[in-house]
């Protein structure tokens, strides 16, 4: 395999957004994944989300691991710098990367064998530092790249293309999450762009750790009849809490306030996430009732989808830190040696 | 055997004078600023503030000493020993042959009276009366009730176990004659904060002082006399210096997961950075440190802070060397600068964590899976450490590269008399080649790992600084434009200038220190922190008689000096603190000389090295040779 360049073709009547880029601006490299994988679609919503918000391309850094997932860094930006990491680190990377330069938009792609079995100790503890970033999980219950073995995420029952049964419990990394103190917490599906691009621009301004476990299906070794991870299973027993609107600063607040039973929830930097038509029992900003909604409904067999948990008030890596607002990575030498004279004075405390 | 001279590439240090008989004796039969004593106590129990203060107030009598640290792993409860060696010619190795031994640990009687040379003397607490089957003829025995008369003089377990430890402190300012007023102004420094303990600590001080000079003819023919031979000199251990390193160096990013015997240096760079990082005003830091949660992410953090443009650093010892392995073969071929300080420790696995050795210079030199080669730098004492950690940062943005600074626990965390730190305000850090919006903007394209001018070395660019610059970094095959690829010569291409930065980069390392010696029949050879112990061995061994040219590696690759050293001497003896003889394996494997030209002297059972291991080990292999 080899990395394909897509040829740079643009038609004059493409729609441009606010810096004057269209969507073709934020496409990357061809895709080498098989046709129908639920990946394309997940890199196809980053980049409508992108576009949407104006990203500035060169200001976002992509990190992923290893894994079919993983490749999907390559498919969108790709005016971005972009980092394939080792297996399951992506991360501490990230962590890194953030620590240096905190005005970067750090975008994560990682799937359910880098996230949940050999990265399950890194998704966990950067979800305790709360770094910002956007993490997506591409999940789709199985090994693609070393051909169809369960992932950690495989449920209980779910049929491998050969047969065999799963019986051991799956890790599910939204209850993992809102059990970790994520500070953001969505499920969606690759099949469901109109709910996946808004969620990805919330999680793209979400001051924290914004984790989006997309359920997005393996066509070659997870579409069967009897995987709950194909894309049949997965709209069959989709349960959406609620369709999401992300209406950013730049736009007139007011139209985030609309009559009904809608629920507006105030970002950091003056964005606003809107909840419509939520369940009357359902509060987003409830951690406990999120977790006990998911658990419930995993009972009955459904996939309960949307932006299940946010909390935007929460302190952010270096807010704990209380890091300086500039990045460090371009802060003065002058600003950071304390130079000789402090050094003989410190000296004195050593004779 | 004649030996070719080479050029003198260091002049010798201008501390330590080799004296003529090695220890010298005064008039009297005194052994003056000569001696070494150990004290064996409890973990735990506080001995550690008594036994600094001794070496302070040593030193601080301007006399050369050094302090051992032989602690367990473990909190409370076990032995531990502390050893002061005092030296006016500046020998501050340290030496097994103990003139005297404070026996404070029942626990460890018999191995302390054991230990103390023949006609050195045992000070014991004679509370309670000394198991008969200890006793040795050819020890002297001072028995200074220092339990009884902490449980007269204060009050509460705790404090009257804390203050044993300065009334035998005390009592040893009286045999040795150390001077009471550098004690009292030690004491009233330490407890500046704490006013009321300088009143308790005076009282357990002269409790064990005036007991021993009412008790025993004071001082002791070991004794110590000022001197002069400490100014412009500090005591100071090498995680400190190192941490300190980072701070003058620039770095912003540091991460880590704790691990004796690292930890103090990323504790003390965060005492540093509260000092100086922290704007007064706002409270804002200027450094992020991420207490990671294992090694493996530790490196990961550094290793995305150091692609972002930081400098990034992380303390380690060698089983988190283990752990990052596959971190740092990323870094090494997606070209990403980071710095490791590897505080060796004793291997393999947990092996003994807080004994000292050097075992990780195999695993370090080659890390990670593939064809891997690293910068390593090895500095000999806490002075090397600050120097070498600055150094390190700007070798690793220089090469685009993980660089180690490979010390020791013996280095790390014992207090050691080195020349004070200085900085010279001129210092800039080298970033390496690092492209500029400006100059992205008028390149037609940026190709992240094409070199335009031979050294191996290909500019980087920064994420969020221009659109041109951007890459995908990947630590799958890639070619010289960061391009995913698997062909074989686009590959190749990529590794073979690897291997021109690091030839490029062994040019760029401290260069060794030699120093030659008229009539020297060998070489002898070390690197880090046996160099006290080394200097004073070719020093005793030219006294007696055995002339050899020594060689001090500081640096990895080994540059064409370390192999030409070799090549003039027909034998070489390589001296380290392993048990495979890892520095002769590299040296072999590096130079291409034989095994058979290069003598291994090792000694790995996790102390420091002294100087009369060496000289053993130079006259038992030279025996073997004649014979």
Known sequence: MTSIAKPPVRHPGLERNELGLTRRDYEGAMSTLCAGCGHDSVTAALVQACFELSVEPHRVAKLSGIGCSSKTTAYFLRQAHGFNAVHGRMPAVATGVNAANRQLQIVGISGDGDSLSIGLGQLSHAIRRNVSMLYVLENNGVYGLTKGQFSASADVGSKAKRGESNRQKPIDPVLLALTLGATFVARSFSGDKAQLVPILKAGMKHRGFALIDVISPCVTFNDHEGSTKSYLSTRERMQEIAPVDFIPLTHEIRAAYQPGDALTVPMHDGSVVRFRKLAEDYDPTDRDRAYVHVKEHQGRGEVVTGLLYIEDDAEDMHALNRTIASPLYDLPYETLCPGGAALEELMKEFE | ?627
């Open chain 2, 1 to 627: 055997m004649r030996v070719a001279r080479i050029d003198r590439l260091f002049p010798e240090s201008p501390s330590p004078h080799p004296s003529t008989n090695g220890r010298g004796h005064a008039d009297d039969g005194a052994r003056v600023n000569d001696f070494a004593f150990k004290v064996g106590t409890v973990n735990g129990t506080g001995s550690a503030s008594a036994n600094s203060l001794l070496l302070q107030s040593i030193f601080r009598m301007g006399i050369p000493a050094s302090g051992k640290n032989v602690f367990p792993s473990n909190i409370q409860g076990l032995p531990t020993w502390y050893e002061i060696r005092v030296n006016r010619d500046g020998y501050t190795a340290r030496t097994p042959d103990f003139d005297l031994v404070v026996a404070m640990n029942p626990a460890t009687y018999a191995r302390d009276v054991a230990e103390v040379r023949s006609g050195g003397w045992l000070l014991y607490d004679s509370s309670w009366p000394l198991d008969a089957a200890l006793h040795r003829d050819d020890v002297i025995f001072i028995g200074v009730p220092l339990g009884t008369m902490c449980i007269e003089a204060f009050a509460g377990s705790r404090e009257r176990t804390l203050m044993k430890n300065i009334a035998y402190a005390g009592a040893l300012a009286a045999l040795l004659d150390i001077d009471m007023q550098v004690i009292g102004d030690s004491i009233r420094a330490e407890f500046a904060k704490k006013p009321k303990l300088i009143d308790s600590n005076f009282t357990a001080l002269h409790l064990g002082y005036d007991y021993a000079r009412e008790h025993y003819a004071c001082p002791l023919p070991i004794r110590l006399e000022p001197m002069d031979a400490t100014r412009g000199h500090v005591l100071l251990d090498g995680n400190t210096a190192a941490a300190l390193g980072c701070v003058y160096a620039g770095a912003t990013v540091g991460a880590w997961y704790p691990i004796t015997p690292a930890t103090s240096l990323m504790d003390a760079f965060i005492r540093f950075c509260g000092r100086y990082r922290v704007d007064p005003e706002t409270g804002e830091r200027r450094y992020c440190i991420v207490q990671a949660e294992d090694e493996l992410a530790a490196a990961g953090v550094v290793i995305g802070a150091g692609w972002a443009g930081a400098r990034s650093f992380t303390p380690t010892a060698g089983p988190g060397i283990s752990l990052m392995s596959e971190f740092i073969g990323l870094a090494y071929y997606t070209e990403i600068p980071a710095v490791f300080f590897d505080v060796q420790r004793t291997g393999p696995s947990t092996g003994m964590p807080t004994r000292t050795q050097q075992g990780d210079l195999m695993s370090i030199a080659y890390a990670s899976h593939g064809d891997t080669k690293h910068i390593a730098l090895f500095p000999s004492d806490p002075a090397e450490c600050f120097h070498f950690a600055v150094e390190a940062f700007d070798l690793a943005e220089r090469f685009q590269t993980p660089v180690f600074v490979v010390s020791d626990l013996d280095i790390g965390m014992n207090d050691w008399m080195v020349p004070r730190l200085e900085w010279d305000d001129s210092y800039r850090p080298n970033r390496g080649e690092v492209v500029t919006a400006e100059q992205l903007e008028a390149m037609q394209r940026f190709s992240r790992y094409l070199d335009v001018d031979g050294d191996g070395v290909a500019a980087r660019s920064l994420p969020g600084v221009h659109a041109k610059g951007a890459y995908f970094t990947r630590g799958s095959g890639h070619d010289k434009h960061a391009v995913y690829t698997e062909d074989a010569d686009a590959y190749t291409e990529v590794v073979d200038r690897l291997v021109r930065k690091l030839e490029t980069a062994a040019r760029a390392v401290p260069a060794p220190e030699i120093r030659l010696r008229d009539g020297a029949e060998a070489g002898i050879v070390a690197l880090g922190g046996t160099h006290a112990a080394m200097v004073e061995a070719v020093d005793r061994l030219a006294a007696e008689g055995v002339a050899l040219d020594y060689m001090r590696i500081r640096g990895f690759p080994f540059d064409a000096p370390v192999a030409e050293f070799l090549r003039r001497h027909e034998r070489t003896f390589v001296v380290e603190q392993n048990r495979d003889g890892q520095l002769r394996s590299l040296l072999m494997l590096e130079t291409g000389i034989g095994g058979d030209r290069l003598l291994s002297i090792r000694d790995y059972g996790g102390t420091p090295l002294s100087a009369r291991r060496v000289m053993d080990g130079v006259h038992a292999q030279l025996a073997e040779v004649a014979a």
